[in-house]
Structures are given as C-alpha cells and as structure tokens.
C-alpha cells in the first residue's frame, strides 16, 4: 500500500504542498456545500406536511394501524386490501414513535434522517479502515454527501435507508476483521439479520460477506450463516406460523411484482447518466485495489449491482432501488483512488494522467449538486400543490365514514385509514391472488361514501401500470353508482376526481 499524507483535511500544515492544500480547500468549499444540500432537504423533511412518495404514505397508514390496534400483514381476503410489503423493524420503530407522540411521517423521516447520519459515517470510517488515508475517506464522505439519491431517500419516511444503514454496518464490522483481526464476525451477522428484518432485499451484503468467509474462512462462514440465516429463517418461520401464513403472504408472495422491460431501461438510462464518472475510476483503479488486498468491497459493490438489476424491473420499482449500490460505488472509488497513488500524485502536481482523475470526481460532485438543487425546488412546489389540493379536498370528506382513495396522501391528512390500496390491489386481482368480488359488490352497492381516483372513470383508462387505479370493470360499476362530485387539480397527473354515490344508481357497467 502506497504511502499517503494523510494530515487531516482542515488541519493547516506549514509544510503542506501546493497540491494539498488546493485539494483541502476543494474539500472544504463541497464539503460545505454539501452540508448546505443535507440542511435544505432536512428543514424540508421536518416541515413538510405531505407525503413524498406513495409508499411513504401507506406505510405511515399501515404503522398507524399497528400502533393503534396492534395488527399488521393482513390475510388479503377481506378489507384492508393493502400489503404491508417490507419486514417488521420499520414499522415496529415508526408505530413505537408515534405512540410517544410523534406525527407518523415525522417518526419515519426521523429514522430515515438517523440512517443516512450511519451511512455516511460508516462510509467514512469503513475507507479510511481500509486505507488509513484521511484524504480518501474524506473525499467519498463528501461525495456522498452531495449524492441527490442519498439526500432525497434519507429524508423519506420508508424502510430502504434503515435498512441498507443497518446492512452496511454489517459489511463495516466484517471489514474490521478482515483488516484489523477483530472477532465481530457475529456482530456482523447480527447487524445483517436486521437489515433483512426491516427490508427483504438487502442481500447484497450478507450474500457477499458469506462468500468472501467462504474462501478463507468456512468455519466463519458458517458462524455467520448460523446466526443470519438460521436465526432469521427461525424468526421468519415463526412469524409466519403465529399470523397463520399472512407474513409470507404480504412479504413475499404478493411482493413480486410483475416484470417490466421499460422499467428496466428506465432504470438503466439514468444509471447511464449519473454512474460513469466514478464507474470509470473504479474500472481503473480496481485491479491495483485488489492486488493491495482491497478486493471486498469491490466484491460487495459487485454484488449490490447484481440485485439492483435483478430487482430494478418490476412494477413500482423506483430510484431506491440504486441506494446500496450507489454507496459501494463511491466506497470503490475512493479505494481506487488511494490505490492509484491519486492523492500524493496530485498533492506533488505531477503531470501522471492519474491526477486527471480530478475531472470524473468534479463533474460527480457538480452533477450531484445540480440534481440536489433541483430536487428541493420540486419537492418545495410538490408541497405547496399537495397542502392546497388536500384543503380542497377535506370539505368534500367531511362527515363521510367510508373513503375508498387512491391516494394516500389525503387520508393520513384526515386521519383515515386505508381500506384499499389500488396499485398493489389490481396487481394482485389481475395476477389471481385475490378475488375482485367483495369490494365489486361494495362499488355496486354505493358502500363508500366517498370515492377520490387520479382519473375520470367515464373516460377510457389509460395503460400506465403504475398508476393506482382498480380494475377496468371495478371503474365500470363506479360509474354505474357514483356520480363525479368534484375535480380538484394536483400536483399528480391530472389531479384527483371526487365522486360519491348516485341517487338512483345506473345499472352497472361490465362485470367484476
């Protein structure tokens, strides 16, 4: 391993070179600026009345419940039609907050706010393990920091920064024995199995740490499978056998969304205008890393890329799905950079093509900060469209009991809870997991007293199959029953259209 200067960025050093301090002082001014962007995206969290996905809303419903009644995973037969979709750590932790008086979104984007604080260290800490080089670890905390996918999904109330938090602190303690000699491999395993107990799909650490004990270790391998494997298979097991199979049911067999060939393109197309400048490094640096004896994370950051494009393709998979790779992305790339001899290249101004290396690393961190900007300024204006369509909106609820609603957002507002889930509802009609009948039978017989869709059911539906809707039929038979009370614009699509039950209802229209 090349020898490093490695006088803390900050700490002024008389007889520091030109190079060093230039570098320092490009450190200093992202590192602020990315301490800007993190500040923006939390006053907007801790502020923002309205949800800032979907899921965010539902899950916050789903906790709402758990807190309330002490329920969760619904058998999927009968009203809630909603699939509590993640494992039982996010919402058990969001339900805990709210019960202390917390509001529900505010609870979760408190954990998600944490999280990312723990991903940001562990990025820190886990580089300069692997290097001892303050200006490398330096360098990827503050290309993180910069990192819009980060700053956005760390402030939003769902389970993925939890639990990728949790999964990289695994590959952190692993890193510490294999670098340092520690005995934390059960600690690891520990962190691991909590990872998956928040969300089901982060593999790629574990799955990468068994490997990597495997071919040096087995013994460790199979202490480490024992305890996240054997331990996680028991309590998964055992949740599922007390909810009488409705565990498995939502987390699994109902969590497998259709594939889609233009969500995977999509996917790919934004990793190909974001990825490059610190894929390149790592193309370049890797073989000189591993030699070093750096190869694990470039193993892990291998395996997060395999389950992002095994999972990015199905319906409703959005930018989270980048999350565990994006950061053992800029962990690799800063392991390429050290192992490049990239700092006292460029801190002694030599003319080696690796000092251009600055270039890829500056148009990452520019790249990240327009992004970052643009991202505040359109969820700012998202929240200020949402709290006037939800003002709107309350008059033509009140004094309904029953609301069936497509979006969410609107009924954590009112302190509603979700009857149906239309997305995942009509996914799961059309894939034969559960029977549109009951609720067919409810549309027929006016059963709600409210009806709020993102579309106008008298017009043919469109083809998006993201959007949430109900099915064709179902949308028939509202309007066979309902009349459209109002169309309130929104900051979604065409805004939301408000209907509620005819005085003499028409004869339906198709069959469930």
Known sequence: MAETNTVAPGVRSHSAPAGQVAYRRMLLVFGALAAIAAAAHLFLALTAPNEFTQVESIIASQSRVLAAQGTLYYDLKSYPYTVCAYMPVFYLLQAGLSLLGLPLLLAGRLLGIASLAAILWLLWRTIELYTADRFAASTGLVLAGLTQLLLSWGTVAQSDMLAIALSFASFYFYARYRVLGQDTIPVAALFALAGLLTKQTVIAAPAAIFLLLLTHRPAKALQF???????????????????????????????????????????????????????????????????????????????????????????????????????????????????LDFFPLFFRQSKSWITLLLLPVG????????????????????????????????????????????????????????????????????????????????????????????EDVSRPAGTDAEIPRLTPAQNAIIHGSYRLRAHIPGPYLDGLYLYEPRVNPLPPQGTP
């Open 225 to 339: 499978a024992a305890i996240t494997g054997g331990l996680g298979a028991a309590i998964v097991l055992g949740l599922n056998a007390a909810m009488d199979g409705r565990f498995l049911a939502n987390t699994l067999y109902a969590n497998l969304n259709p594939f889609a060939w233009y969500k995977f393109q999509q996917h790919l197309q934004f990793a190909a205008f974001t990825v490059p400048t610190l894929l390149l490094i790592v193309f370049l640096g890797a073989r000189k890393a591993i030699r070093a004896g750096l190869g694990a994370p470039f193993f892990y950051f291998l395996c997060a890329a395999l389950v992002f494009l095994g999972t990015c393709g199905k319906i409703g998979a959005g930018t989270n799905y980048r999350i565990e790779s994006t950061i053992a992305l800029i962990l690799c790339s800063c392991l390429a950079l050290h192992s």
């Open 363 to 454: 148009i990452y961190a520019v790249q990240n900060l327009r992004f970052d900007v643009d991202n505040f300024l359109k969820e700012s204006a998202y929240q200020r469209e949402f709290s006037k369509q939800t003002a709107a909106v309350q008059p033509h609820l009140a004094g309904a009991k029953r609301v069936l609603s497509a979006d969410t957002n609107v009924l954590i507002r009112t302190g509603r809870n979700l009857e149906v889930e239309p997305l995942i509802y009509r996914l799961l009609v059309e894939a034969g997991r559960i029977e549109p009948q009951p609720l067919s039978n409810d549309l027929r017989a006016a059963a709600f007293d409210r009806i709020v869709l993102y």
